[in-house]
């Protein structure tokens, strides 16, 4: 039998099936370079995930280009935290946990970030013998052709180009194997699987603040070992 649901996942989905607030998938992930620094950037979230029979331990799914600077980021320190606001209800989310990326299993592609004593829930999919490879090419598959081009680019994310023509030679959309139909297609496609990761946030600690209501209202929900403990904090 599942365990229940948490309460801050339940909002979540409430906030997420509001008309308001169609099509608010975007959250911010901060991760800490090798100086410290803190860098920040915009996610797409892809969906939820858990363990079998563990409703309690819920991961939030998205995606990366490996090449980009914060695969090495999260080698570094697998602790982040994002940042997901929905505007319609005025709802805030501040999640807190471990990021893990699993990569192309492609020759020469870099290996997994590893899991960390302390993710209970990414510990119990490895366990059990979760199919990373399958979700990832699943994620891959749902996205749109124009966005898996983006996998597909000549040069890692933050590379110094000569010119945005140099853009214009890119590929624009990448179809699906039984979509591929050309050499090109396929070289391409190739390209964009082994540069796609799949990314996972295991939460630990979940800030929700609602806005949209009167009096405000904010609750911190803390996992304290394999428990969700509730607390009531000024907005």
């Known amino acids: 039998m599942a365990s229940a649901v948490p309460r801050w996942i339940e909002a979540i989905n409430k906030a997420l099936n509001?008309?308001?607030n169609k099509g608010?998938?975007?959250?911010?992930?901060?991760?800490?370079d090798a100086t410290n620094t803190p860098r920040v950037?915009?996610?797409?979230?892809?969906?939820?995930?858990?363990?079998e029979g563990r409703d309690d331990l819920p991961?939030?799914?998205?995606?990366?280009?490996?090449?980009?600077p914060k695969v090495s980021q999260v080698l570094g320190n697998q602790r982040v935290e994002l940042c997901w606001w929905m505007?319609?209800?005025?709802?805030?989310?501040?999640i807190t946990g471990f990021a893990h990326i699993h990569p192309s299993p492609t020759p020469g592609a870099s290996s997994p970030t590893p899991i960390p004593d302390e993710a209970i829930a990414l510990n119990l999919l490895a366990k059990q013998g979760f199919d990373w490879e399958a979700k990832r090419r699943e994620v891959f598959a749902g996205m749109k052709p124009e966005?898996?081009?983006?996998?597909?680019?000549?040069?890692?994310?933050?590379t110094p180009i000569s010119s945005y023509e140099e853009q214009k030679g890119w590929p624009k959309s990448v179809p699906l194997?039984?979509?591929?139909?050309?050499?090109e297609d396929k070289r391409n496609l190739q390209t964009a699987l082994r540069n796609f990761g799949l990314m996972l946030f295991?939460?630990?600690?979940?800030?929700?603040?609602a806005l949209g209501v009167q009096p405000n209202k904010r609750l911190v929900y803390r996992r304290q070992g394999e428990l969700w403990v509730e607390h009531l904090v000024s907005p």
Do not use: N
Not at 59 to 67: A, C, E, F, H, N
Not at 87 to 94: N, Y
Not at 147 to 157: D, G, I, K, L, V
Not at 202 to 209: H, I, L, M, T
């Open 59 to 68: 991961l939030l799914v998205t995606s990366t280009d490996t090449r980009s």
């Open 18 to 20: 509001l008309p308001d």
């Open 147 to 158: 966005m898996r081009a983006s996998w597909c680019t000549p040069y890692p994310p933050g």
């Open 41 to 51: 950037r915009s996610q797409v979230h892809r969906g939820f995930l858990s363990p």
């Open 24 to 32: 608010k998938i975007i959250y911010q992930v901060a991760t800490i």
């Open 202 to 209: 295991e939460p630990v600690e979940v800030d929700w603040v």
């Open 87 to 94: 505007e319609g209800s005025q709802d805030q989310f501040r």
């Open 177 to 183: 194997e039984d979509e591929a139909t050309t050499d």
